[in-house]
C-alpha cells in the first residue's frame, strides 16, 4: 500500500539550476564593487560552492544566514547587507529569474492526489521557506503539496534518516515503505530514502554526482511516474 508521494524540489519540480543563487549573487556584486563585478560573482560563487560541499559531506544543514556572514567575513565587505537590500528592492521574480517549475508538476500533483496520496516535499536548501513558498504560490503548486519541509529549518539535510523523518511525520506516515520519493540526486534522495525503506524514482540529472545505487524505478518526465505508483500500490513489485 501506497500513503504518500514525496518529491524533492531542485531538478525535479523545479527545472534544474547550476549555480543556485547567481543572480543574487551578480546584483550583490553590482552593489559591492561595480568595478569589479565579474570577479566578485566568482569569489560569491566559491563561497556557496564551499558551503554546499560541506553539507555534502556531512550533512549538516545551513541557512541563507549563515552564507552570506560567511561570505561577509571571507570577501571583507557587507555581503549580508548589499544582499537584504537587494531582496528588499527587487521583486524576487526578477531577482531569482532562472526558477521555473517543471509544467507538468501541476497536473502529474493533482492526479496523485485525486488518486488518494498525500504529497510532501522535501528540499536541501539554503533558502528561506518564504522563497520557496513564493515560486509554488506562484505556479499554483502549494496548494497540492499537503507538507513542505525545507533542511534550511533543519539539523540535517539529504540524505540523513532525520531529514526524510522530519516529512513523514509531518505527513503522518509511520512506515517509510508507504512512501515513494523522487528525486534527480543518486546519493541524496535515492540511497537516502530508500535506507529508510522508501520507493525510490530517480529523475536522471546529468549535472548531479553519480553514485554507485539502484533506484526502483527511472523516469524522463513527470507523467510517468502516475502508472508507477498506481502499479505499486496495487501490488507490483516493479
Sequence with gaps: MIEAVVFD???????????????????AARRLAPDREDEMIQRLIAVEDASWADVRDHQTSTTLSNLLATASRELGLDVAEAVLE????HHLDSWTPHIVHDPDAVPVLAALR?????IGLLSNTHWPRAFHEHFLERDGLDKLIDVRC????????????????????????????RVVFVGDRLHDDIWGAQQLGMKAVLRPNEFVPTYDVEPDAVID???ELIDIVRRWASGASN
Design 9 to 27: 524540489w531542485g531538478g525535479t519540480l523545479s527545472e534544474f539550476a547550476d549555480v543556485d543563487m547567481i543572480d543574487m549573487w551578480r546584483l
Design 86 to 89: 537587494e531582496a528588499a528592492t
Design 114 to 118: 485525486d488518486d488518494g496520496y498525500k
Design 150 to 177: 525545507y533542511t534550511s529549518e533543519m539539523a540535517r539535510t539529504k540524505p540523513h534518516a532525520e531529514a526524510f523523518g522530519a516529512v513523514l511525520d509531518q505527513l503522518g506516515v509511520a512506515d517509510p515503505h
Design 221 to 223: 518526465r513527470l507523467p
